[in-house]
Each structure stands twice: as structure tokens, then as C-alpha cells.
């Protein structure tokens, strides 16, 4: 079945540098992917949603990449700052029933002053 | 619009007890959701539904019911809770299918079964 992996370990940054979270997938092909954002105690919330023609996608200081290749999909955060501090998830259309996701487990974020 | 807003934000349940978790979204989505969270297992997928009268089994269903007579509204009942239904319950909704279409999420809630 479908495998999603993302660093379980948390990302520590300083303020000011660019975060790269890593998203890696095995056993499918997705033609899709989207990232979303978690705060502590909230529901997570949407981010991007990248097609795997598209390769890269940009939104303000976010850049998510797509390489069919590697199977992986790469999100970045340029000039990160402690508001961007949260677990970000990438989630994968769900290999049972049809239009399901599927999440990773999501890797934390932390961003130093 | 208020979004998607679920109700209660926390509950506890002894063990056998059961309950509805509510979930109402005012975006007129077709399709909706519902997601567990523990912690070291990532977001898991319960039922979810495509437009009102039609739902499907998730990832995990077993011991959750669900229905959907309206487009708003999308409650998840527990019939007989047990403790490893302790958990932190999301419900999402989406204007379209899940794979292509940003999903919106509730505030959740946090159950606890003892």
C-alpha cells in the first residue's frame, strides 16, 4: 500500500534562514499533493496544492517542488520567522474508496529569534 | 461565513457511553470528512461523504457511525465508546473532490474515554 514519510524529528531554524521539509512517498503515483499548516489545539489549514506536471509552485515566501523521480515533494520557507513555527503535513490523494487524502504524520517546525 | 465549527470543542466518556460529535460547515461543500489525530499516527481518515445520502468508510470505522441528510450538516456518532477512541476528531469539507480541492477544517474535538 501507499507509504508517506516526512521527518519526524523536528526542524530547529534561526529566524531569517530558509526551512526545507521533506515529504517522500512510496508504492503510488500521485498526481497531486497538497501541504498544509497545524498550530497546536487547531485543525490544519491549507497551504498549497501542487499537480505533478507542475514541478514547482510558489506562494509569497512558500515554495513546494514536485519530483516524480525521487518520489518526494520538497516544501521551503524563505526568510522564516517564528510565526511560521507549526508541524506542516503533505498529504497524497488515498488509495481506498475515491477522492480520500491521505496524510503524513507531519514535521514540526521550530523557528529561533 | 463562520466555516466549518464543530461542537463540543472537549468531552469525557466512560468507557461504553455513547455520543454524537457534531460538525456543520456553510460553505455549501459536497464533501465532507471526518479525521482522527493521535499523536505519532498523523491525521487518520473515519468516513467521509460526498453529498448528502451518500458516505463511505475511511481508514479506520469501525465503531463510528455517520449519516448525511443535509449538505451542512455531517455528524459522527460513537456507539459504544472505548478508551482507544481517545483522540483528537477532525472534520473537513471541501468544495469538490478531496484530491484536487483544498480541504477546510474544524477546531476539532478532544475526547477522552476513560
Known amino acids: 500500500s501507499q507509504k508517506i514519510e516526512q521527518n519526524s524529528e523536528a526542524l530547529n531554524i534561526q529566524e531569517g534562514k530558509t526551512a526545507t521539509l521533506t515529504c517522500n512517498y512510496t508504492n503510488y503515483s500521485p498526481a497531486y499533493l497538497q501541504w498544509y499548516r497545524q498550530d497546536p489545539g487547531r485543525g490544519p489549514v491549507f497551504l498549497l496544492l501542487?499537480?505533478?506536471?507542475?514541478k514547482e509552485k510558489r506562494k509569497e515566501r512558500l515554495k513546494v517542488t514536485f519530483d516524480t523521480t525521487l518520489k518526494q515533494s520538497l516544501f521551503h520557507i524563505t526568510a522564516s520567522q517564528p510565526a511560521d513555527s507549526a508541524t506542516y503535513l503533505c498529504a497524497f490523494p488515498g488509495d481506498s474508496g475515491y477522492s480520500t487524502l491521505t496524510f503524513g504524520k507531519g514535521t514540526m517546525l521550530l523557528v529561533s529569534p | 461565513n463562520a466555516g466549518v465549527t464543530q461542537t463540543p470543542k472537549f468531552q469525557v466518556l466512560k468507557t461504553g457511553q455513547s455520543m454524537t460529535l457534531q460538525c456543520a460547515q456553510d460553505?455549501?461543500?459536497?464533501?465532507m470528512s471526518w479525521y482522527r489525530q493521535d499523536p505519532g499516527m498523523g491525521l487518520r481518515l473515519i468516513h467521509y461523504?460526498?453529498?448528502?445520502?451518500?458516505?463511505d468508510q475511511g481508514e479506520v470505522p469501525n465503531g463510528y457511525n455517520v449519516s448525511r441528510s443535509t449538505t451542512e450538516d455531517f455528524p459522527l456518532r460513537l456507539l459504544s465508546a472505548a478508551p482507544s477512541q481517545t483522540s483528537v476528531y477532525f472534520c473537513?469539507?471541501?468544495?469538490?473532490?478531496?484530491?484536487?480541492?483544498?480541504?477546510?477544517f474544524g477546531p476539532g474535538t478532544r475526547l477522552t474515554v476513560l
Open positions: 461523504s460526498v453529498g448528502a445520502g451518500i458516505t
Open positions: 501542487i499537480r505533478e506536471n507542475e
Open positions: 460553505m455549501n461543500h459536497e464533501y
Open positions: 473537513a469539507s471541501s468544495y469538490g473532490g478531496f484530491r484536487y480541492n483544498e480541504q477546510f
